[in-house]
Nanobody, 119 residues
Framework: QVQLVESGGGLVQAGGSLRLSCAASGLTFSTYYWGWFRQAPGKEREFVAAITWSGSSTSYTDSVKGRFTISRNNAKNTVYLQMNSLKPEDTAVYYC????????????WGQGTQVTVSS
C-alpha cells in the first residue's frame, strides 16, 4: 500500500521560509519522479516543481523560480520543497505526487499540507 505523508506546512509571514517534506512508503522511491503541486482556494491545482528519479534534473513553475528548491533523499524515501521569500500568493494546499518513470501522469498523491503566508 502506497502512502505519501506531507509535513512542514504552517503559517508564516511574507518573506519567511518553510520546508515541506513528503515521506513515501510502499514503493521503490528511488525509481520514481516526484513533484509538488498546489491549490489555492477557488483555483485549479497547479504544478510547482518536479525532480527526476536521479535528482539530476529539476523544473519549476516561473512564479517560484529562484525562491523554491525541490530535492530528494533516496535513503530516507523523502522529497522536500524548500520555500524561501514566501509571498501571500504562495498561500495554498501543497501536495506531493509521484510517478513511475514509465508513465507520464502522477499516480500517487499525498493528502496535502496547508501553507499560509500573511502580508
Amino acid at each position: 500500500q502506497v502512502q505519501l505523508v506531507e509535513s512542514g506546512g504552517g503559517l508564516v509571514q511574507a518573506g519567511g521560509s518553510l520546508r515541506l517534506s513528503c515521506a513515501a512508503s510502499g514503493l521503490t522511491f528511488s525509481t520514481y519522479y516526484w513533484g509538488w503541486f498546489r491549490q489555492a482556494p477557488g483555483k485549479e491545482r497547479e504544478f510547482v516543481a518536479a525532480i527526476t528519479w536521479s535528482g539530476s534534473s529539476t523544473s519549476y513553475t516561473d512564479s517560484v523560480k529562484g525562491r523554491f528548491t525541490i530535492s530528494r533523499n533516496n535513503a530516507k524515501n523523502t522529497v522536500y520543497l524548500q520555500m524561501n521569500s514566501l509571498k501571500p500568493e504562495d498561500t495554498a494546499v501543497y501536495y506531493c505526487a509521484g510517478r513511475s518513470a514509465y508513465v507520464t501522469s502522477y499516480n500517487y498523491w499525498g493528502q496535502g499540507t496547508q501553507v499560509t503566508v500573511s502580508s
